[in-house]
Nanobody, 127 residues
């Protein structure tokens, strides 16, 4: 099982960035997918997640990114995306994608519920 993030980089405040995550080695469509981030000296935090197609795709976000970030998935390509708009300095962090084996609808905000993780991609927001 492997998950690889890409698309990170340096972006100015108010700008946009699109992160991608490619998954392989497991049945992507039956896994809920999440994005997490970790800033230096802080714990890894949940950014948002997207449920599987099985019960209808739904997305969920933490309040700090709601209205600015959008999570989508392409099951045919085993791809997960995080569109980041109107970024702020507090969005600076290493971003990780993760997969949660899910037998019901929804998705989890808890790191412990996720089965597979990528190695992360760095996002730095400059003022």
């Amino acid at each position: 099982e492997q998950m690889v993030e890409s698309g990170g980089g340096l972006v100015q405040t108010g700008g946009s960035l699109r992160l991608s995550c490619f998954a392989s080695g497991f049945t992507f469509g039956v896994y809920a997918m999440g994005w997490f981030r970790q800033a230096p000296g802080k714990e890894r935090e949940w950014v948002g997640c997207i449920s599987t197609l099985l019960y209808g795709i739904n997305t969920y976000y933490q309040d700090a990114v709601k209205g600015r970030f959008t999570i989508t998935r392409d099951n045919a390509k085993n791809m997960l995306y995080l569109q980041m708009d109107n970024v702020k300095s507090e969005d600076t962090a290493m971003y990780y994608c993760a997969a949660e084996r899910r037998l019901t609808g929804g998705c989890s905000s808890s790191t412990g519920r996720y089965n597979y993780w990528g190695r992360g991609t760095q996002v730095t927001v400059s003022s």
